[in-house]
């Protein structure tokens, strides 16, 4: 490999690629997401370990007082320690149990009658949103930019 190729290999251009693959919509009651990411690469790897992680994304205020908070839900990690050839595709299943936490006014908000119309009164003068996204991360020998992706989802 010349040096244009260990620079490429370094910066993680023409690597190892990765894709989350989980359903879109998960039952929030249930406390764990399944799915599977695959790896594919265009150049010999070795692959070191992979993390998946469950992500609440909370975002309040309007304009210049807009806060965001990023909170974990759950993570896995698994060892891979494996090599992956040029061309090959790897799949990693995986089941990622999580737990909500909530902000007071969201969980305010869920609850009926009076005490859950003050909560959606509440969230929408703090222009609350809550979104959830899926994180993965594949940590790479020998590579500075490991490869990653991210899926939105949607829990019931």
Known sequence: MGLFGKLKNLAGIGGVKI???????????????????????????????????????????????????????????MDLNIDIATGEEQLFEFELPFKLTGSNISDLAKKGGALGAVGRLGAMAANEKIEHRLVADLDVKNVALDPSDEAKIILN
């Open 19 to 77: 894709k989350i693959e989980a359903p879109a919509q998960v039952d929030a009651e249930s406390g764990t997401i399944k799915g599977v990411i695959s790896a594919t690469t265009k150049s010999d790897q070795y692959l070191l370990d992979l993390t998946v992680t469950l992500e609440e994304v909370v975002t309040t205020g309007r304009g210049d007082n807009k806060e965001t908070e990023v909170n974990s839900l759950g993570e896995i990690k």
